[in-house]
């Protein structure tokens, strides 16, 4: 016989799992840290060289203690080792260097860098990792132009760095800020630098357009977070950075093409189609050069880099195999450095090639280590973006839009480094050992021991069908 009750059967209705205050200040704590690495040049010229290195080591010991507090599942065997070992031999380099106090000081960097990496990847989830990529570039962007606005509207001045007054004569390549907001001039935000800020804003429109494709709420404030960031990429006009545009959107269409295949063996063709349009490029970007560069605005001695690789070359062929010893960037104080290279009367602090900056300063063992890191995260990014998710029989899942953000991030950092020395510290370097330790960890956008545990302690819907 049927008995009514007026107790459900089911379990009362109860609040959503939410996010611990803990959590929401790690999640803070990590977006600054990658600010700091976003715009480590802002602090620079905010603090001065020795207030950034305490910045760095204070930020460093704080993510140390954290992580011995969290003590996040790592799988040992996964760790990113050949990075590791490039900052391994770096430190080996004080042995044999000619500059060892600044083999020692910025290898401490090199190191902090590393382990803000290791820290960032092991304690956010992949929808965590790029949501605070995405808040640090928000900070970049916005603080880029009010500080313009500043400048342009209050300051009514070019200013250097450290806040210090304009004499009327003051030497362009060391201002923080130009005040051309409003006359048509290259702005440099808040870094100081007109590429650099090209290259942030090139990232932030990736990230931005990466969240709205994950379907990010407010999809309204994001498309105007690109619209802001595409104003400042046009503003800051660096023809390296318009170069890294093109290459980028070539490696978006073609891992979309990827995307369509059906069958094994048709990704052939959009291999060869790819290869074909890449040397066909790089053809026509070398026959074409000068032609290229004018279109620009730059010289044909791409703004006196080839005087700059010119006399590096002349010094790696005294240390071809060794090095000099590890430094970067170059201390402009250090004796075998102060007046080396100058240009516009300052001395020049990195060779404007990471990869000629690698095998001047840890010769070619120290190249060969920093081109199979290079080349096993572009592999494994690669892979991450292009192949469905699959971790059973099921080969119909529908591919994530975030797992397109390490071969395209890798992108900008390849041809950043053809004329840059930057991908090789600040946070060139930050993003390669944290996206090489992530997708090690982490193949699969929830799966993996530390993703979905981290997921599931944070009341993150764990949903693998999710783009």
């Known amino acids: 016989m049927a008995v009514h009750t007026r107790h459900p059967v089911g379990a009362p209705p109860s609040a959503p799992i939410r996010e611990s205050t803990g959590h929401l200040l790690l999640r803070g704590y990590t977006i600054f840290v990658l600010f700091v690495a976003l715009a480590t040049t802002f602090w620079f010229n905010l603090l001065g060289a020795v207030g950034l290195v305490i910045l760095v080591c204070a930020t460093t010991l704080v993510s140390g203690v954290l992580w011995a507090a969290l003590r996040p599942v790592i799988a040992w065997r996964q760790l990113p080792w050949l990075p590791l070992a ?15 106090d600044a083999t020692v000081l910025t290898w401490v960097l090199l190191a902090a860098t590393t382990v803000q990496g290791l820290f960032i990847a092991s304690v956010l989830t992949w929808r965590e990792l790029v949501r605070a990529i995405a808040s640090a570039l928000k900070w970049v962007m916005a603080l880029s132009i009010l500080f313009e606005l500043w400048v342009s509207l209050i300051v009514q001045h070019p200013i250097l760095p450290n806040f210090l ?42 990230v931005f357009a990466i969240r709205i494709a994950s379907g990010a709420p407010r999809k309204a404030l994001l498309y105007g977070w690109i619209a802001l960031s595409a104003f400042l990429l ?37 291999y060869v189609a790819y290869a ?12 074409g050069r000068d ?23 002349a010094r790696v ?21 102060d007046g080396w290279i ?32 290079y080349v096993a995260l572009i592999w494994r990014a690669w892979f991450f973006a292009i192949d469905r998710p699959r971790w059973d029989l099921t080969a119909d899942r529908p591919y ?55 997921a599931m302690e944070r009341g993150e819907q764990v949903e693998r069908t999710t783009r």
Do not use: C
């Open 86 to 100: 490039y900052v391994a031999w770096a430190a080996a380099s004080v042995i044999w260097s000619t500059w060892r």
């Open 165 to 206: 007054l304009w004499d009327g004569d003051m030497v362009t390549e060391l201002d923080w800020s130009r005040n051309n907001l409003f006359d048509g001039g290259r702005i440099q935000g808040i870094v100081g630098n007109a590429h650099l800020l090209a290259t942030a804003a090139l990232l932030a429109i990736i």
């Open 234 to 270: 046009w503003r800051s006009s660096s023809a390296s950075v318009w170069l890294a545009v093109v290459a980028v959107a070539l490696v978006l269409v073609t891992a979309l093409l990827m995307r369509t295949t059906r069958r094994p063996g048709e990704r052939t063709k959009f």
């Open 276 to 287: 074909a349009v890449g040397l066909g490029g790089v053809l026509a970007a070398w026959f």
């Open 291 to 313: 032609a290229i560069l004018e279109l620009l605005g730059r010289g044909g001695d791409l703004t006196g880099r080839t005087g700059i690789w010119e006399a590096v070359w």
């Open 317 to 337: 062929v005294e240390h071809p195999v060794l090095g000099w010893g590890f430094s970067t960037p170059w201390l402009p104080w250090v004796p075998e450095i």
């Open 342 to 373: 100058v240009v516009n009367d300052l001395t020049v602090f990195h060779a404007h090639n990471m990869w000629l900056d690698a095998l001047f300063q840890v010769g070619a063992i120290g190249l060969a280590l920093l081109a199979l890191t």
């Open 400 to 454: 994530q839009a975030l797992t397109l953000l390490p071969t395209l991030v890798m992108t900008v950092l390849l041809v950043q480094g053809l004329a840059e020395s930057r991908p090789l510290s600040e946070w060139g370097w930050l993003f390669v050992v944290m996206l090489s330790h992530k997708i090690g960890q982490s193949p699969l956008v929830g799966e993996g021991p530390a993703e979905r545990r981290l």
